[in-house]
């Protein structure tokens, strides 16, 4: 049981390395090509836009929701 743990706690902690050297080497990209940037930035605004129609439909009629 002990290994199990080990191991999980191994695979926690290099899954969290990876990610954040992903999100180091995606800053670094995008600070070195500009388009990248503003593409990465255009992407979170459009996906904002839905998500805030979303969660204000939410909001106003809280008996449709069906997750909870």
């Known amino acids: 049981m002990a290994l199990l743990r080990f191991l999980l706690c ?14 180091v080497v995606s800053i670094m990209l995008m ?3 500009p388009p990248l940037l503003v593409a990465v930035l255009l992407a979170c605004w459009i996906l904002n ?20």
């Open 10 to 23: 191994l695979f926690a902690f290099v899954g969290a390395l990876a990610a954040a050297g992903t999100l």
């Open 31 to 33: 600070l070195r090509f």
């Open 49 to 68: 836009r839905p998500l805030k129609v979303l969660s204000a439909s939410i909001q106003s009629n809280p008996s449709k929701n069906t997750a909870t």
